[in-house]
C-alpha cells in the first residue's frame, strides 16, 4: 500500500514537471500543415522555421450555372484554366476563368455572388482582371485583342483596343494578357511577349508610352564581338531582344511592380518602378540589404535542363498594406515573401504529389493576390480552385517586428525580434533586427557582431566605423604624442648609423650567399622584382633558381593565400569561415598553377620558345613573389579599415595583381626569348590551353566516375546470379 502512494506521487511530481516543461517550451502548429516553411541564412543555407501562413479554406470548388437547357435549374460549372486574381479594397475577390470566358466575382468571405460575361460582346478567354478604387472591373480580354471597363454591375463602359499612335511599332502584339490602373486613372496593359514594356494609357485611353521594359541581355561574348567586329560582322548577327514583362501588380503607394520569367532570367524578376520606370528595388540602403534575385526554393527540389539549374518562374506578385511582397513560383511551386527592402522573411510551399486537391497544396500556381487582413489568396489553375492562408502567430509576430523596424521604431521593435529569435535562433531578419536596434542604441561591439553573423558587410562596415572612431578619440593624445617620440629616434637613429646598417647587412648577405647556395637562390626574387627581365633570365642561364627555392616560394604564397582568406577583415570579405578551409583555398590554386606550368611549355615547345620545363615551373613560382609580400599585410591592414577606405583598399589589391600580370608577362619573354608579340600571343594561347586541359580532365573524371559505376553494377548483378 505504501509502495503503490509512493508510486502515485513519484508519477504526480513527473507529470507535473513535464507540464510544466511543456508549458515553457514554445509550440509551433507543424503539424497543422501539410507543407514546410523556410528561410536561409545569410550564406544561402535553408533553414526550417515555424509555419508563418496556414491554410485554411479553399474556395470555387462547387460552382454552378443556369441550365440553358432546363430553365430556372442550375448545372456544376467549375472554374476551367483559370488565369488571373484580383482582391479589391473591400476584399472582394474577382477571378479570370479564362476557359469559360467569364470573370467569378465572390465576397470577401469567399460565398459565390455573380459571373460577369457580357452578353452583347462575349468574353473570349480572359487572362486578367483588375478593379480601381470606383469599383470598376478592367479585363485583359485576351481572344478579343482588347481591355474592357465594366461597372460593378457588369455594364461595358469602355474598350480599348490596340493603341493609334505614331510610336506604338507595327511589330507590336497586342495581345492583352494582364492589366491595372493607378489612382491618377492611368492604365497599365500586359501584352503576350511584350518586350517594348507596358502600354501606358491616360484617363481618355490614348497612348502615352512604354514603361518599365527590360534591358537587352548582354554578355561578356557581346562585348567581344562589339570590340572586334565590322559594323557588317554585328548586323548579321541575331538581334537580341529583352525579355517580356509577364505581370504586374501596384501597392497603396502607386509603385508599379513588374514580373519577368525565363528560363533566362535568374536576376531582377521582380521589379519596383518609379514614374520614370527605373527598378528603386535594386538600390541599396544604408546596412546594404537589397535583394536583385527573388524565387526561393530548396536544394532537393532542383531541377535540371540539359545539365542546366532551372532557375524560378515567377508569375505573379502581390504587395500588402505594409509593403511586404509574396511571389509565387509555377515552377517549384513555392511563395516567397520579402519586406519592402527586398530581405526574405521565409517561403513555403513546394510540388504535389496528391492527385486530388488537398488543403494548402498547389499544383500549377498561376496568380496571387492579398486583402486587407493580411490573407494570402493563390491562384491553382490545374485544380481550378483557390487556395486561402492566413498568418500564424510566428509569422503575425515576425510582421509586427519588421513593420517597426521598417518604420525606423527600432526601440519599439527589440522585444518582438527577441521573441522571434527565442523560437528560432537562426531566423535572420530578427538578427539583422537586433543588429539595427544595437547600432540605434550605440552599442556597436554587440551590432557589429550581429551584422557578421546575419552576413551584412555593409552593416559591419558602418558599425565597425563607430568602433574605430571612437577608440581614436579615446587614445588621440596618446597616439600623438607616441608618432612624435617615434620620429625623434627615427632621426637620431639614423643620424648616429650613418650607413652602418646598410654594410652590415649587404656584409651578412654576402657570406651567406657564399655558404648557401638556396639562401643565393630564394634571394633572387627580390632582384626579380627590382629588374624583372634580367632576373628571371638568371634563372635559366646563372642557376639562381631551382626546384626547391621554387617550391618553398610556392608554400609561402599557398600558406599567404590562407592567412588573407582568414585575416581579411569582414567588411572587405563577407565569406562564410566554414568555408575557408585549406582544402578549399589551397586546391583550385595549386590546380590552376600546376595547370598554368603544363599549358604554358606545352604551348612553348610547339611555338618556338627556348624554356625548358624546369624555367617555367621555377620562373611561374618566382613570379608569384608580389602575393607574398602584400597579400597578408593587407589583409591585416583591412581590419583597421572600412568599406568607406574600400577605394585604398582596391586599389591595393589590383596594384598588387596588375604587378603579378606584369611579373607572368617578363617572365615568360625572358624564359622563352620572345617579342612583346610574341610573348601575349603565347599567353593568350597558354591560357586557351589551360582551358582545354580544364575541360578535359573533367571529362575524364567523369568518365572515370561512370566507369567505375557500370563495373560496380556488373558485380552486383554477377554476386545476385
Same mark, same amino acid.
Given at each position: 500500500m505504501k509502495f503503490n502512494c509512493g508510486l502515485r506521487a513519484w508519477l504526480s511530481v513527473v507529470s507535473l514537471a513535464l507540464i510544466l516543461t511543456a508549458v515553457q517550451v514554445p509550440h509551433t502548429a507543424w503539424a497543422d500543415v501539410t507543407y514546410g516553411t523556410f528561410t536561409k541564412d545569410s550564406y544561402g543555407h535553408q533553414i526550417d522555421t515555424q509555419p508563418a501562413y496556414t491554410p485554411f479554406k479553399m474556395i470555387g470548388k462547387d460552382l454552378a450555372a443556369p441550365d440553358p437547357d432546363n430553365p430556372g435549374q442550375f448545372v456544376a460549372s467549375p472554374m476551367q484554366k483559370p488565369s488571373d486574381v484580383y482582391i479589391s479594397e473591400s476584399d472582394e475577390i474577382y477571378v479570370a476563368d479564362t476557359g469559360n470566358n467569364r470573370i467569378v466575382k465572390f465576397d470577401k468571405d469567399g460565398n459565390f455572388e455573380r459571373y460577369y460575361e457580357l452578353a452583347e460582346n462575349p468574353l473570349?478567354? !480572359?487572362?486578367?482582371?483588375?478593379? $480601381?478604387?470606383?469599383?470598376?472591373?478592367?479585363?485583359? &480580354?485576351?481572344?478579343?485583342?482588347?481591355?474592357?471597363?465594366?461597372?460593378?454591375?457588369?455594364?461595358l463602359l469602355k474598350e480599348y483596343k490596340r493603341?493609334?499612335?505614331?510610336?506604338?511599332?507595327?511589330?507590336?502584339?497586342?495581345? =492583352?494578357?494582364?492589366?491595372?490602373? &493607378?489612382?491618377?486613372?492611368?492604365?497599365?496593359?500586359?501584352?503576350?511577349?511584350?518586350?517594348?514594356?507596358?502600354?501606358? %494609357?491616360? !484617363?481618355?485611353?490614348?497612348?502615352?508610352?512604354?514603361?518599365?521594359?527590360?534591358?537587352? !541581355?548582354?554578355?561578356?561574348?557581346?562585348?567581344?564581338?562589339?570590340?572586334?567586329?565590322?559594323?557588317?560582322?554585328?548586323?548579321?548577327?541575331?538581334?537580341?531582344? =529583352?525579355?517580356?514583362?509577364?505581370?504586374?501588380?501596384?501597392?497603396?503607394?502607386?509603385?508599379?511592380?513588374?514580373?519577368?520569367?525565363?528560363?533566362?532570367?535568374?536576376?531582377?524578376?521582380?521589379?519596383?518602378?518609379?514614374?520614370?520606370?527605373?527598378?528603386? %528595388?535594386?538600390?541599396?540602403?544604408?546596412?546594404?540589404?537589397?535583394?536583385?534575385?527573388?524565387?526561393?526554393?530548396? #536544394?532537393y527540389d532542383i531541377r535540371y535542363v540539359d545539365g542546366i539549374t532551372t532557375p524560378p518562374q515567377i508569375v505573379d506578385v502581390s504587395v500588402d498594406s505594409e509593403g511586404n511582397f509574396t511571389v509565387v513560383d509555377s515552377y517549384y511551386t513555392y511563395l516567397s515573401q520579402y519586406d519592402a527592402n527586398g530581405n526574405l522573411l521565409f517561403y513555403f510551399g513546394g510540388p504535389s504529389s496528391s492527385a486530388s486537391s488537398q488543403l494548402g497544396l498547389i499544383k500549377t500556381p498561376a496568380a496571387i493576390d492579398i486583402n486587407s487582413r493580411g490573407e494570402i489568396y493563390v491562384l491553382d489553375s490545374q485544380e481550378s480552385i483557390l487556395q486561402a492562408y492566413r498568418l500564424s502567430e510566428f509569422g503575425a509576430m515576425v510582421h509586427e517586428a519588421n513593420r517597426l523596424t521598417q518604420e525606423g521604431r527600432y526601440l519599439e521593435s527589440e522585444q518582438p525580434w527577441k521573441e522571434v529569435l527565442r523560437l528560432n535562433e537562426q531566423y535572420l531578419p530578427a538578427i539583422l533586427g537586433l543588429a539595427q536596434v544595437a547600432y540605434k542604441k550605440g552599442n556597436y561591439e554587440e551590432a557589429a557582431r550581429l551584422f557578421k553573423i546575419a552576413g551584412n558587410d555593409a552593416g559591419y562596415s558602418e558599425s565597425f566605423w563607430q568602433i574605430r572612431l571612437q577608440w581614436f578619440q579615446a587614445r588621440f593624445s596618446f597616439f600623438a604624442t607616441l608618432l612624435a617620440v617615434a620620429a625623434v629616434l627615427i632621426f637620431v637613429v639614423n643620424r648616429l648609423a650613418r650607413g652602418r646598417t646598410n654594410r652590415m647587412m649587404e656584409g651578412?648577405?654576402? @657570406?651567406? &650567399?657564399?655558404r648557401y647556395l638556396l639562401f643565393?637562390?630564394?634571394?633572387?626574387?627580390? /632582384?626579380?622584382? @627590382?629588374?624583372?627581365?634580367?632576373?628571371?633570365?638568371?634563372?635559366?642561364?646563372?642557376?639562381?633558381?631551382?626546384?626547391?627555392?621554387?617550391?618553398?616560394?610556392?608554400?609561402?604564397?599557398?600558406?599567404?593565400?590562407?592567412?588573407?582568406?582568414?585575416?581579411?577583415?569582414?567588411?572587405?570579405? =563577407?565569406?562564410?569561415?566554414?568555408?575557408?578551409?585549406?582544402?578549399?583555398? %589551397? %586546391?583550385?590554386?595549386?590546380?590552376? #598553377?600546376?595547370? #598554368? /606550368?603544363?599549358?604554358?611549355?606545352?604551348?612553348?615547345?610547339?611555338?618556338?620558345?627556348?624554356?625548358?620545363?624546369? $624555367?617555367?615551373?621555377?620562373?611561374?613560382?618566382?613570379?608569384?613573389?608580389?602575393?607574398?609580400l602584400i597579400g597578408v599585410p593587407l589583409a591585416v591592414l583591412s581590419n583597421v579599415m572600412t568599406r568607406a577606405e574600400g577605394a585604398i583598399y582596391d586599389y591595393l589589391q589590383?596594384?598588387?595583381?596588375?604587378?603579378?600580370?606584369?611579373?607572368?608577362? #617578363?617572365?615568360?619573354?625572358?624564359?622563352?626569348?620572345?617579342?612583346?608579340?610574341?610573348?601575349?600571343?603565347n599567353m593568350i594561347m597558354s591560357l586557351f590551353a589551360l582551358i582545354v586541359l580544364a575541360v578535359l580532365i573533367f571529362l575524364v573524371i567523369g568518365l572515370t566516375n561512370e566507369l567505375l559505376v557500370f563495373v560496380h553494377e556488373v558485380y552486383q548483378e554477377v554476386l545476385l546470379r
Amino acid at each position: 500500500m505504501k509502495f503503490n502512494c509512493g508510486l502515485r506521487a513519484w508519477l504526480s511530481v513527473v507529470s507535473l514537471a513535464l507540464i510544466l516543461t511543456a508549458v515553457q517550451v514554445p509550440h509551433t502548429a507543424w503539424a497543422d500543415v501539410t507543407y514546410g516553411t523556410f528561410t536561409k541564412d545569410s550564406y544561402g543555407h535553408q533553414i526550417d522555421t515555424q509555419p508563418a501562413y496556414t491554410p485554411f479554406k479553399m474556395i470555387g470548388k462547387d460552382l454552378a450555372a443556369p441550365d440553358p437547357d432546363n430553365p430556372g435549374q442550375f448545372v456544376a460549372s467549375p472554374m476551367q484554366k483559370p488565369s488571373d486574381v484580383y482582391i479589391s479594397e473591400s476584399d472582394e475577390i474577382y477571378v479570370a476563368d479564362t476557359g469559360n470566358n467569364r470573370i467569378v466575382k465572390f465576397d470577401k468571405d469567399g460565398n459565390f455572388e455573380r459571373y460577369y460575361e457580357l452578353a452583347e460582346n462575349p468574353l473570349n478567354a !480572359p487572362q486578367g482582371v483588375f478593379v $480601381d478604387e470606383k469599383g470598376h472591373i478592367f479585363i485583359a &480580354d485576351t481572344g478579343n485583342k482588347r481591355v474592357v471597363r465594366l461597372s460593378a454591375s457588369g455594364q461595358l463602359l469602355k474598350e480599348y483596343k490596340r493603341p493609334e499612335s505614331s510610336n506604338v511599332p507595327e511589330e507590336l502584339k497586342y495581345d =492583352p494578357i494582364k492589366v491595372a490602373a &493607378d489612382k491618377r486613372g492611368y492604365i497599365y496593359i500586359v501584352t503576350m511577349g511584350g518586350y517594348y514594356g507596358l502600354v501606358q %494609357l491616360n !484617363p481618355d485611353g490614348e497612348f502615352q508610352r512604354f514603361y518599365g521594359a527590360n534591358a537587352a !541581355p548582354f554578355s561578356f561574348i557581346d562585348s567581344i564581338k562589339r570590340a572586334f567586329y565590322t559594323r557588317e560582322m554585328y548586323e548579321n548577327e541575331t538581334s537580341k531582344i =529583352p525579355p517580356a514583362v509577364n505581370n504586374l501588380a501596384i501597392d497603396d503607394g502607386g509603385f508599379i511592380y513588374t514580373v519577368t520569367n525565363g528560363a533566362e532570367v535568374e536576376a531582377e524578376q521582380i521589379k519596383k518602378l518609379n514614374f520614370q520606370g527605373e527598378n528603386i %528595388l535594386a538600390q541599396y540602403n544604408k546596412f546594404g540589404t537589397a535583394k536583385k534575385s527573388f524565387g526561393e526554393y530548396n #536544394w532537393y527540389d532542383i531541377r535540371y535542363v540539359d545539365g542546366i539549374t532551372t532557375p524560378p518562374q515567377i508569375v505573379d506578385v502581390s504587395v500588402d498594406s505594409e509593403g511586404n511582397f509574396t511571389v509565387v513560383d509555377s515552377y517549384y511551386t513555392y511563395l516567397s515573401q520579402y519586406d519592402a527592402n527586398g530581405n526574405l522573411l521565409f517561403y513555403f510551399g513546394g510540388p504535389s504529389s496528391s492527385a486530388s486537391s488537398q488543403l494548402g497544396l498547389i499544383k500549377t500556381p498561376a496568380a496571387i493576390d492579398i486583402n486587407s487582413r493580411g490573407e494570402i489568396y493563390v491562384l491553382d489553375s490545374q485544380e481550378s480552385i483557390l487556395q486561402a492562408y492566413r498568418l500564424s502567430e510566428f509569422g503575425a509576430m515576425v510582421h509586427e517586428a519588421n513593420r517597426l523596424t521598417q518604420e525606423g521604431r527600432y526601440l519599439e521593435s527589440e522585444q518582438p525580434w527577441k521573441e522571434v529569435l527565442r523560437l528560432n535562433e537562426q531566423y535572420l531578419p530578427a538578427i539583422l533586427g537586433l543588429a539595427q536596434v544595437a547600432y540605434k542604441k550605440g552599442n556597436y561591439e554587440e551590432a557589429a557582431r550581429l551584422f557578421k553573423i546575419a552576413g551584412n558587410d555593409a552593416g559591419y562596415s558602418e558599425s565597425f566605423w563607430q568602433i574605430r572612431l571612437q577608440w581614436f578619440q579615446a587614445r588621440f593624445s596618446f597616439f600623438a604624442t607616441l608618432l612624435a617620440v617615434a620620429a625623434v629616434l627615427i632621426f637620431v637613429v639614423n643620424r648616429l648609423a650613418r650607413g652602418r646598417t646598410n654594410r652590415m647587412m649587404e656584409g651578412f648577405s654576402n @657570406r651567406m &650567399d657564399d655558404r648557401y647556395l638556396l639562401f643565393s637562390q630564394l634571394k633572387q626574387a627580390f /632582384v626579380i622584382l @627590382r629588374h624583372p627581365i634580367d632576373g628571371f633570365t638568371a634563372l635559366r642561364f646563372e642557376n639562381k633558381g631551382g626546384y626547391v627555392s621554387a617550391c618553398i616560394l610556392l608554400v609561402l604564397t599557398g600558406s599567404a593565400l590562407l592567412l588573407s582568406e582568414q585575416m581579411t577583415s569582414f567588411a572587405f570579405n =563577407p565569406v562564410s569561415p566554414s568555408s575557408v578551409t585549406v582544402t578549399s583555398v %589551397l %586546391l583550385p590554386f595549386l590546380g590552376l #598553377w600546376c595547370g #598554368w /606550368v603544363v599549358s604554358n611549355y606545352l604551348i612553348s615547345s610547339i611555338y618556338r620558345g627556348e624554356g625548358r620545363f624546369k $624555367d617555367v615551373f621555377v620562373g611561374s613560382a618566382y613570379a608569384l613573389t608580389p602575393f607574398i609580400l602584400i597579400g597578408v599585410p593587407l589583409a591585416v591592414l583591412s581590419n583597421v579599415m572600412t568599406r568607406a577606405e574600400g577605394a585604398i583598399y582596391d586599389y591595393l589589391q589590383l596594384g598588387m595583381y596588375i604587378w603579378l600580370a606584369f611579373l607572368f608577362i #617578363w617572365m615568360v619573354q625572358s624564359l622563352h626569348n620572345y617579342t612583346v608579340g610574341e610573348t601575349l600571343m603565347n599567353m593568350i594561347m597558354s591560357l586557351f590551353a589551360l582551358i582545354v586541359l580544364a575541360v578535359l580532365i573533367f571529362l575524364v573524371i567523369g568518365l572515370t566516375n561512370e566507369l567505375l559505376v557500370f563495373v560496380h553494377e556488373v558485380y552486383q548483378e554477377v554476386l545476385l546470379r
